[in-house]
């Protein structure tokens, strides 16, 4: 079965404090892997697409990475409006879910002054 | 340039009632997807419509439909509405395989 676990659940750093956050995933055959950026209330946003083990991509403080097994998302120097919930999403080459966006539950990062 | 843009942004209802909620794609997409969130969980797929053919479909009962319509805007119907289908509803459009941009969304309560 496909799936989408991400590590930790909630996240609370200080502004300034580096980290990552993790994606695990299993699927049959990666079409692509994509972070999003969560406000509440609001409608995800799109950050980057990978799409094979070794790729990196990177905006602002924003560093996504990709193996074949998860993905990180490194925060470099974080500042209190980078606080949202991340949310990590994998799409399948084969089988029942080809095609469709299969989330995680998200990480919620707290940036504290 | 617009982006995907959803209507109505708050909707409340009563069980049993139906609901209609609305989706206009980002100018040239052709695809169009849509989510359920529930407080705490990612987004669940419920559907996948291209070139106005349904292409994928989630694990939700037959109480939802959802149609896309020549000019690729589309709407998501749910019967027979249950209180535990309260949620935010997000619609999301890409061109097929690509990343996908979604809307504000459309928190439905159901009462």
């Known amino acids: 079965e496909d799936q989408v676990t991400q590590s930790p659940e909630a996240l609370r750093l200080q502004e300034g404090e580096s980290s990552s956050l993790n994606c695990s995933y299993t699927?049959?055959?990666?079409?692509?892997l994509f972070w999003y950026r969560q406000d509440p209330g609001k409608g995800p946003e799109f950050l980057f697409t990978?799409?094979?083990a070794g790729e990196e991509k990177e905006k602002e403080r924003l560093k996504a990475t990709l193996t074949k097994k998860e993905s990180f998302l490194h925060i470099t120097a974080p500042k209190p409006e980078d606080s949202a919930t991340y949310l990590c999403a994998v799409q399948a080459e084969y089988g029942g879910s080809q095609g469709n966006l299969i989330f995680g539950k998200g990480t919620k990062l707290s940036v504290k002054p | 340039d617009a982006g995907v843009t959803q209507s109505p942004t708050h909707l409340i209802k009563t069980r049993g009632q139906h609901v209609t909620l609305r989706c206009s794609p980002i100018s040239g997409h052709k695809s169009v997807s849509w989510y359920q969130q529930v407080l705490g969980q990612g987004p669940q797929f419920i559907f996948q419509y291209y070139e106005k053919e349904e292409r994928g479909r989630g694990n939700f009962p037959d109480r939802f439909s959802a149609r896309q319509f020549p000019n690729y805007s589309s709407e998501l119907n749910v019967n027979a509405l249950l209180l535990g289908d309260s949620a935010l509803y997000l619609c999301?459009?890409?061109?097929?395989?690509?990343?996908?941009?979604f809307g504000q969304g459309t928190r439905l309560t159901v009462v």
């Open positions: 990978l799409y094979s």
């Open positions: 699927v049959s055959g990666l079409r692509g």
């Open positions: 999301a459009s890409s061109l097929r395989y690509t990343e996908a941009f």
